[in-house]
């Protein structure tokens, strides 16, 4: 059965740092590009990075470019994505999600339930 399963959201004040995590079934890990994308309510679902198979390529929304980090283990199945100098605008729920590793969510296949990440000014 396919799975992803995110966690490390909270509640953080603006300037902190959080940790998310996404651990894969492992059929889902194998071979495929993972990507973060969040909504905030009543807006649309929206990039904010990807991971290559490998690590060795990723992409950045320009929002958090410099701020954010993506990385992943393969042999834990699991993708992360470092977010510090949170601002208020980043406060939505993070799906993280497996596919082709582009910009576009319709391109990804897989996904996860979601974790909240609130940022307090």
């Known amino acids: 059965q396919v799975q992803l399963v995110e966690s490390g959201g909270g509640l953080v004040q603006a300037g902190g740092s959080l940790r998310l995590s996404c651990e894969a079934s492992r059929r889902t890990f194998s071979t495929r590009a993972m990507g973060w994308f969040r909504q905030a309510p009543g807006k649309e679902r929206e990039f904010v990075a990807a991971i290559s198979w490998s690590g060795g390529s990723t992409t950045f929304a320009d929002s958090v470019k410099g701020r954010f980090t993506i990385s992943r283990d393969n042999a834990k199945n699991t993708v992360y994505l470092q977010m510090n100098s949170l601002k208020p605008g980043d406060t939505a729920v993070y799906y993280c999600?497996?596919?082709?590793?582009?910009?576009?969510?319709?391109?990804?296949?897989?996904w996860g339930q979601g974790t909240q990440v609130t940022v307090s000014s």
């Open positions: 999600a497996a596919g082709s590793g582009s910009r576009l969510w319709r391109e990804y296949h897989y």
